[in-house]
């Protein structure tokens, strides 16, 4: 347990690459903790992402609507994982995406200018934020591949694999939109997985 939602921060970057004291006071000045309650909203489609979020504790959604209003749930964001628009935060453009909280949510976030800075003044800094970017332009790449032409089962596999945490603490209203399948589906599909495991799986 951390003392303060920076320590987690630190803590997790330290992991990618030990930073100095300088580096460490530089994070320090730059992140800012902020809670969400549940279900307030963090970005709204149109809007410019100003912030990089990382989550200390609770779990953020990033989804979109389409024209029929059926949600699309893109990403989760659990304990120590990360969460911004990348194209909207690097480029200052409106997002196209929503942001909320699916529980009450306490992350550290750094807006641009000042994350640009440290990029500046810290090789190590500008590293760590280089392969977080990569890492989640990769994760959305993979998102847009399993809808184009993974199955209902493996997107599921793939969701148990990717959060693993997070598989009896969110709705299976969330699996299903972050799968693209309805409910009922999602239902029906895990009984079978239940029973036949080897059947929906295969290995």
């Known amino acids: 347990m951390y003392n303060h939602p920076v320590d ?3 803590s997790f970057l330290c992991q990618m ?3 100095n004291e300088s580096e460490q006071v530089q994070i320090e000045a730059n992140f800012i ?3 969400f309650k549940r279900r307030e909203t963090v970005l709204r489609a149109g809007e410019r992402c100003r912030y ?3 989550v200390v504790q609770g779990c953020l959604r990033m989804f979109s609507d389409d024209e029929k209003g059926v949600r699309h749930i893109i990403k989760f964001a659990p ?3 990360w969460m911004t628009d990348i194209d909207s935060f690097f480029h200052r453009k409106p997002s196209l995406l929503n942001i909320d909280a699916l529980e009450t949510t306490t992350v550290m976030y750094v807006e641009l200018e000042p994350l640009v800075s440290s ?3 810290s090789w190590r800094l500008s590293n760590i934020f280089r392969v977080l970017a990569e890492n989640e332009l990769a ?7 399993e809808t184009l032409s993974s199955s209902a089962e493996e997107r599921y596999q793939h969701f148990c694999d990717t959060y693993p945490q997070l598989i009896n603490r969110i709705s299976q209203a969330q699996i299903a939109a972050y799968l693209g ?3 009922e589906f999602l239902s029906r599909m895990k009984s079978k997985l239940l029973r036949h495991p080897k059947d929906v799986f295969l290995t």
């Open 79 to 81: 304990e120590d994982t």
């Open 8 to 10: 987690a921060l630190k």
């Open 181 to 183: 399948v309805s409910p």
């Open 139 to 145: 994760l959305l790449q993979q998102r847009h591949l």
């Open 119 to 121: 990029f500046m003044r």
């Open 52 to 54: 990089y979020m990382f």
């Open 17 to 19: 690459m030990p930073l």
């Open 33 to 35: 903790p902020v809670t």
